[in-house]
C-alpha cells in the first residue's frame, strides 16, 4: 500500500507540471495534493515546516497566476480588451496545441487591443505584455513544482 500512494504522490507531482502549462489544470495545488500524499502514506513524512511553506507558496502562487498577465498587459500599455484577448487567447490556444497556449496569449492581447481600436504599435506592446505575464506564471509554477519534487525525491 506504501509503494502505491507513494507512485501516486510522485504522479500528483509530475501531473503538476502538466498544470504549469495549461490553463485548465491547477498544476501547483496538483502537486502539492502529491506531496501531502506522500507525506501521510509514504514511508518519510515531511517536516510540518516544509508543509506550510509549500501551502503558502501554492496559495500564493495560485492567485499570482491570475494576476501577473494582467499586471503586465498593463504595464505594457494594454486595455482591459488586451487583457480579456489574452485570457480568450489562452483558452482557445488550448484547442491548437502546445504552441497555442504558448501563442495564444500573445495573438489574443493583440487581437483584444485591436479591437478596442488600439494602432498596431500599442496593440504588440500589449501582447508582449500579456506573453510576458503568461511566462513569468509559468516558470514560477515550474520552479515550485519543480522544488516539492526535489524534496520529495530527498525524503524517499
Given at each position: 500500500?506504501?509503494?502505491?500512494?507513494?507512485?501516486?504522490?510522485?504522479?500528483?507531482?509530475?501531473?503538476?507540471?502538466?498544470?504549469?502549462?495549461?490553463?485548465?489544470?491547477?498544476?501547483?495545488?496538483?502537486?502539492?495534493?502529491?506531496?501531502?500524499l506522500l507525506h501521510f502514506y509514504g514511508n518519510t513524512p515531511f517536516s510540518?515546516?516544509?508543509?506550510?511553506?509549500?501551502?503558502?507558496?501554492?496559495?500564493?502562487?495560485?492567485?499570482?497566476?491570475?494576476?501577473?498577465?494582467?499586471?503586465?498587459?498593463?504595464?505594457?500599455?494594454?486595455?482591459?480588451?488586451?487583457?480579456?484577448?489574452?485570457?480568450?487567447?489562452?483558452?482557445?490556444?488550448?484547442?491548437?496545441?502546445?504552441?497555442?497556449?504558448?501563442?495564444?496569449?500573445?495573438?489574443?492581447?493583440?487581437?483584444?487591443?485591436?479591437?478596442?481600436?488600439?494602432?498596431?504599435?500599442?496593440?504588440?506592446?500589449?501582447?508582449?505584455?500579456?506573453?510576458?505575464?503568461?511566462?513569468l506564471g509559468t516558470g514560477l509554477k515550474i520552479i515550485l513544482i519543480g522544488?516539492?519534487?526535489?524534496?520529495?525525491?530527498?525524503?524517499i
Amino acid at each position: 500500500m506504501e509503494l502505491l500512494m507513494t507512485i501516486l504522490g510522485f504522479i500528483l507531482i509530475l501531473s503538476g507540471l502538466l498544470g504549469s502549462f495549461l490553463p485548465l489544470l491547477p498544476g501547483p495545488p496538483i502537486s502539492y495534493a502529491g506531496l501531502l500524499l506522500l507525506h501521510f502514506y509514504g514511508n518519510t513524512p515531511f517536516s510540518n515546516i516544509i508543509l506550510i511553506v509549500f501551502a503558502a507558496l501554492v496559495i500564493a502562487l495560485v492567485f499570482l497566476d491570475y494576476l501577473l498577465p494582467i499586471w503586465t498587459t498593463k504595464k505594457f500599455g494594454g486595455s482591459k480588451a488586451g487583457q480579456w484577448g489574452a485570457t480568450l487567447g489562452v483558452l482557445l490556444g488550448l484547442f491548437a496545441g502546445p504552441w497555442g497556449i504558448v501563442l495564444g496569449p500573445l495573438f489574443g492581447a493583440y487581437l483584444g487591443e485591436l479591437v478596442a481600436g488600439s494602432n498596431n504599435t500599442n496593440a504588440w506592446q500589449s501582447a508582449k505584455g500579456a506573453f510576458l505575464g503568461f511566462l513569468l506564471g509559468t516558470g514560477l509554477k515550474i520552479i515550485l513544482i519543480g522544488s516539492m519534487l526535489l524534496v520529495a525525491f530527498q525524503h524517499i
